[in-house]
């Protein structure tokens, strides 16, 4: 037998006070699981940028060596650049750079849902328990 009075379009009782309770836990545990993979997928992303500099320098540096080994001479450090820049390596790093960081952002964007629906959620529980409790249910 079910205890409980209609409230605003709902029946409340003490089964679904629990039911939402545990919605809300399953609600923080999603939250929390989003929230640390959107903490590795920034941390790739940032990862990848800062190793863009590293990456550019060491492809300077085997150009630099080509060149010296086949004209004997040291190209300039703007030529350098400017071919490292339009490397197919370094241009797919730049891809997966890009890739990594809107990663990151899809996640972060689930995790502010998350976070919004929660806080959603939990204010629909405290609006409904204060009716309960108004209309003597509780």
């Keep these: 037998m079910r205890v409980g009075t209609q409230c605003g379009g709902f029946m409340a009782d003490s ?3 629990e039911r939402q309770e545990s919605d809300l836990e399953k ?11 959107w903490v590795d ?3 790739e992303a940032d990862q990848m940028k800062e190793l863009a500099g590293n990456l550019l320098d060491a492809l300077q ?3 630099c060596a080509e060149a010296i080994e086949a004209t004997g001479k040291k190209p300039g450090e703007d030529q ?12 797919v790093h730049i891809v997966a ?5 809107r990663k990151a952002n899809a996640l972060h964007v689930r995790y ?9 959620r939990r204010s629909l ?3 409904r328990r204060k009716m309960e409790e108004h209309q003597g249910v509780v």
């Design 41 to 43: 997928a920034k941390a």
């Design 112 to 120: 502010k849902a998350y976070e919004r629906l929660f806080e959603a």
């Design 125 to 127: 529980h405290v609006t």
């Design 97 to 101: 750079s890009i890739e990594a960081q």
């Design 27 to 37: 609600l923080v545990k999603q939250e929390v699981k989003v929230g640390l993979e």
């Design 61 to 63: 540096n085997d150009l």
């Design 80 to 91: 350098l650049k400017r071919q490292a820049r339009g490397s197919d390596t370094y241009k």
């Design 15 to 17: 089964h679904s006070q």
